[in-house]
């Protein structure tokens, strides 16, 4: 049985897979796989490990029909065409759960990074521009007490809403589809309208998947509902936030601050206006790299490599 690996992966993950005598192919090349090259390569191997986010659509999946499992080292899959793989009974695995706590120190690093203009005051130190304090000066917003709106309450919104809640005794408002009861015994949750939590937010973060639905969400019109004091975090997917709108609010005191990471296109170009603005922070699509959250992550997409080719029912599986 042979896997083939899109990018290098944690040791926890490829152990696992050589002690189930797996035959492991890596691309080691630091550029994403063609969909050509991808199903050149997956023609002579029975599973495909995915890091990273090629695009698994509708012609890879065809041209790959006898894959007995896709097993992706993320926990979002919006690159997959998950209705056509299900149709060909090739089912995807993801890695969800162990990468809640990392995912959520992100937001929370961001969240504080963007209220005191951290990153921002990092470059003027390398610029050489550590003069005469001035204490009206480059002034950041104080998080305690505030209000925290999480779109999207999940794993990862728990984790996020457990930290500001702990740390700066924050008011958590959510909007989600359901309830949910463990957040509201917890930590107090008040599940709101998605209007409400738009106008009652003083640090609003994502935490939603891409889907059709979801793209785009927050757009000029949606952050003019927003408070003009408001941070807007996103550690989701770059899709849900109209970037150049964005851009246009923060320049113009739509909102007063962002922290991102995840952007639309990713890499984002090194010019892009956001990363000359003080009130902004942007990292590159870090959530999960930490060493033991990327070790878990590896070894559970192992684990579905390893289910699939066996036939059995993947530990995590997304396909209905
Ligand atoms: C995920 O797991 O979905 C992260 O965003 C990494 O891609």
Aim: proline share 4%.
């Amino acid at each position: 049985m042979k896997v083939f690996i899109t990018r290098r992966i944690p040791e926890a993950g490829l152990q696992l897979l050589r002690e189930a005598s797996i035959e492991i192919t890596e691309w080691t090349e630091k550029r994403d796989l063609t969909t050509a090259e991808l199903i050149g390569y997956c023609k002579s191997h029975q599973a495909l490990l995915s890091a990273g986010h090629n695009r698994i659509g509708v012609e890879f999946l065809e041209a790959c029909a006898h894959l007995r499992v896709v097993s992706l080292h993320s926990v979002g899959y919006d690159n997959v065409d998950v209705p056509a793989a299900t149709r060909l009974r090739i089912p995807i695995g993801n890695t969800p759960g162990v990468l809640s706590g990392a995912t959520a120190d992100t937001a929370f690093l961001l969240m504080a990074a963007v209220a005191r203009k951290a990153i921002y005051m990092h470059k003027k130190i390398l610029q050489g521009a550590w003069g005469f304090s001035d204490p009206t000066a480059d002034l950041g917003i104080d998080l305690n007490g505030k209000t925290l709106g999480i779109w999207g309450l999940g794993k990862i919104g728990y984790e996020m809403a457990r930290r500001c809640r702990a740390v700066y005794g924050m008011r958590i408002l959510y909007h989600n589809r359901g309830h949910n009861e463990e957040a509201e015994r917890a930590l107090g949750a008040v599940r709101v309208s998605f209007d409400e939590l738009l106008a009652g937010s003083d640090v609003l973060s994502v935490h939603t998947s891409l889907t059709p639905e979801t793209a785009g969400t927050f757009n000029a019109g949606v952050f003019r509902r927003m408070k003009p004091t408001a941070i807007f975090i996103n550690t989701a997917r770059g899709g849900i936030h109209h970037e150049p709108d964005l851009i246009a609010a923060l320049q113009q005191g739509v909102i007063w601050g962002a922290g991102l990471d995840v952007t639309n296109p990713e890499p984002m170009a090194a010019d892009n206006p956001l990363l000359s603005m003080e009130n902004v922070a942007v990292l590159p699509h870090i959530g999960s790299a930490t060493q033991e959250t990327r070790s878990a992550m590896a070894t559970l997409a192992a684990r579905n490599v390893i289910a699939g080719l066996r036939g059995e029912r993947l530990p995590n599986v997304v396909n209905p």
